[in-house]
Each structure stands twice: as C-alpha cells, then as structure tokens.
C-alpha cells in the first residue's frame, strides 16, 4: 500500500511540474520583453515586436487546414519539441489552450525542414516530403505600408525580399512611392514561412506578416 501512494504521489508531483512548466511556457511567450540599447546618455529600453493580430491563426504545413489540426491535435506538445526554429509554441486561448500554433518571433518555418510532421502521431500534420512542403501555401504576406520603414521614414529597406526563399517578395516603385522602392508580394508564391515577418526590422510592429488560411492549398 505504501508502495502505490508513494508511486500516485510521485506521478502528481510530475503532471504538476509539467503543468507549471507549461504555464510557465505560456507566459513567457506572451509577455512584452524589453532589450537594452546603449545610447550616449545612458541605457534605453525598447520593446521586442509585438505578435500580429491574424483572422486566421497559421497551423504547420502538413496538417491540411485548421480546422482538421484543432479537432485532432491533442496538445502532446511533440511537434513543439521538435521544432528547430522553436516557431511553435502552445495557444494560450481558451479555445484552443495548449494546441501549438505558429509564430515567427524566433524563427521562421524553413522550406527544407519537416520535423513537426515526422513526430506527430495523432494525423493532425501529415508526414509530407520537402519538396511537397516547398509547394504547400498555409498563409501569404502582407505588406502594412504605415509600418514599413521605406514610407514611414523614408529610409531604403529590403530586408523582406532578400530573406523571402520562394522569391516572392520584389521591390519595385509605384507612382506614389517616388524613388523609393517598396516590397511588393506576389500571393501566388508566397508560401507563408514566415522568413519576412521574422526578419522585419520595424519596430514594435513588422511591416509585413503573414495572414493565415484555412484551408491549405497546393500553388
């Protein structure tokens, strides 16, 4: 009998270190950090990117859409684990608490890596190859023209187009951006990784990110 209550006390004091640790995962990622700048007059703070706010919330490539990741995902938190670019992290919504979703704050979701569909089990992502993967659109990108640095401040920046792996970022003049250059995004190749939120140097909102859909597509 002391043997049984040793061992049930032993498997409570697991589930609830798990349990603060997951907590603890959550809050972190959804916490405003700040970063020491050194200036001349001292040492300033600024604040890290703040997430986008998305209509549709980006699932791993793989898992066909959003509705079909949600109702099978259980939250074992594998495919968390197994992110390299630790571009996965738990939900902290209600509706979805602890099922991992997409975000670009780390990391970016790389074309030639598909570890979170090796580990899953459940089918919520589906084992697919890098080339299918390659040809997978989740999301596309938008471009905030109030947030980009090329209208904003007038300053020249290209950073989303050189970063884009698909190439389907350009930058290019319209009639009312002078001499300037902007990024201009063609949907059709854009596959959603994330390459130009993450690397978007505006500050505190990216100036480009990526707008999730549904339903999963071939391009």
């Not at 997951?22 to 020491?36: D, F, L, N, P, Q």
């Not at 259980?74 to 509706?95: D, F, H, R, Y």
């Not at 670009?104 to 790389?110: L, P």
Request: with cysteine.
């Amino acid at each position: 009998m002391k043997k049984k209550l040793s061992k049930r006390t032993e498997n409570v004091d697991l589930g609830r270190r798990k349990m603060l640790a997951i907590t603890g995962a959550i809050v972190a990622s959804t916490a405003i950090k700040a970063e020491g700048v050194n200036l001349e007059n001292g040492l300033a703070f600024i604040e890290d990117k703040k997430r986008p706010v998305r209509r549709t919330q980006l699932v791993p490539f793989g898992a066909i859409s959003y509705n079909n990741f949600t109702k099978k995902c259980t939250a074992c938190q594998k495919c968390i684990e197994a992110c390299p670019e630790k571009v996965l992290k738990p939900s902290s919504k209600l509706t979805t608490l602890m099922i991992p979703e997409i975000s670009f704050e780390h990391g970016y979701c790389k074309p030639d890596c598909t570890r979170c569909a090796d580990v899953c089990q459940e089918g919520a992502i589906l084992p697919i190859t890098m080339a299918e993967k390659s040809s997978i659109q989740i999301g596309h990108a938008v471009w905030i023209q109030k947030n980009c640095l090329t209208t904003a401040d007038g300053k020249e920046c290209d950073v989303c187009a050189r970063q884009c792996p698909t190439g389907a970022i350009t930058m290019g003049k319209t009639e009312n951006s002078g001499i300037i250059k902007i990024p201009m995004i063609n949907t059709v190749h854009c596959i959603g990784c994330g390459a130009c939120e993450n690397s978007c140097p505006a500050q505190p909102f990216c100036a480009v990110y990526v707008e999730g859909h549904q339903i999963h597509h071939t391009i």
